[in-house]
């Protein structure tokens, strides 16, 4: 999913990319893209402009962090706000302290409400929380008959009174039953229409006035965009909601609904539905959905350690020893620990956006290689890492440098050798910007 707005994403950060600076000029020309993608992804429009203009002023109040790109950072901000806006952290479903927790369901016909009243019903019970369904659609019979049925398959008991209850009357009494068993949380299944239509608002208002639920929780089919916006605010106006449940994010949505609800109504995504079957609802991560949205790889968590890691000085240094050909082995080891710091080297990898996938072996022999490199440079003497002529034209220091990391002679370090040595005319010819650092890193 979203793939149509990370991929809109990406080409906005690639016009920061080879930049040095985040400027006036080159943000103008992001967030252009970035608007686009969110029109594309059928983002509510008011939603779009109040997030730009929120990107737009912590991207221009950005410090230039060193030895990260400006689309690094610029993704970072974006990221941010997606998580801002769409609720930073997961908000659980309420839990009244007197039982029964009175949950309402709302929305239209076909969002998914029923199956949803299902879902909570089951994720309760993995919770050790007891539930009883309540099902107060008796416009469609066939409602009722879907309930009864979901709650035999998940062991959860279902209160109805046929088609021919006034639904209030229906809802009341179902959370007396629920009062009077003991349950922990009754969700009461409400009828939807295929459109807002006033009887529904009319009745569903009534029932709330009647239940005094803990929670509303609209139910809203993340395949609806656009709409979800005029949905939601009509919902809240006229009910009160008290939170979302997304639905069909399994489907080939584009991702705009899960952006609109919380902005418009002030009240967070609490679950999402990914799929027909029962099981499948999960609760509602933001930041997680910020990430999928952005698809780039874990460039975030990158940007954040650089951000502790690296000090601006030092990296300026490490700079000028690289454009300089002062670049030794001492400066070599410094930027291998600073790796590590960073996490494990595959962590790091895996990190980088672009990156073709690694298997595991494949990152475990690197590892073990970049150990292996570390236990020579500490077999060298302060003057061989200074100077690493010295080891190329030093049979004699390269053996015992090699016996020093634990190997029988000296091919190993002959061969690190030659390959610092290519490594650093390439860092030359590079010459420029960007995170000073082993090749095949970010940046450069
Ligand atoms: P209601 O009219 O709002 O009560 O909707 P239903 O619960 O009857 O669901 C309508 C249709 O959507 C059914 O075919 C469900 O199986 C399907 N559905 C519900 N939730 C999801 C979901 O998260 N993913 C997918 N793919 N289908 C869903």
Redesign the pocket.
Known sequence: MFDALSERLESAWKKLRGQDRISHANIQEALKEVRRALLEADVNLQVIKDFIAQVETKAQGAEVIAGVRPDQQFIKIVYDELAVVMGETNAPLAHSATAPTIVLMA??????????AAKLALHLRKENRSAMLVAT?VYRPA?ID?LVTLGKQIEVPVFELGSDADPVEIARQGVERAKAEGIDTVII?TA?RLQIDRDMMAELARIKQTVQPHEVLL?VDAMTGQEAANLTRTFHEQIGITGAIL?????DTRGGAALSVRQISGQPIKF?????KVD??QPFYPDRLAQRILGMGDVLTLVEKAQEQIDFTDAQKMQEKILSAKFDFTDFLKQMRLMKNMGSFGGLLKMLPGMPKISDKQLQEAEVKLKQTEAMINSMTAEERRNPELLASSPSRRLRIGRGAGYKNDSEVTKLVADFQKMRNLMQQMGQGGLPGMPGMAGG
């Open positions: 929305g239209l016909q076909g969002t998914g409400k029923t199956t949803a659609d409602a879907q299944d939807g139910v639905t069909k994010m399994d489907g999402i539905g990914t799929g027909e499948a609802l």
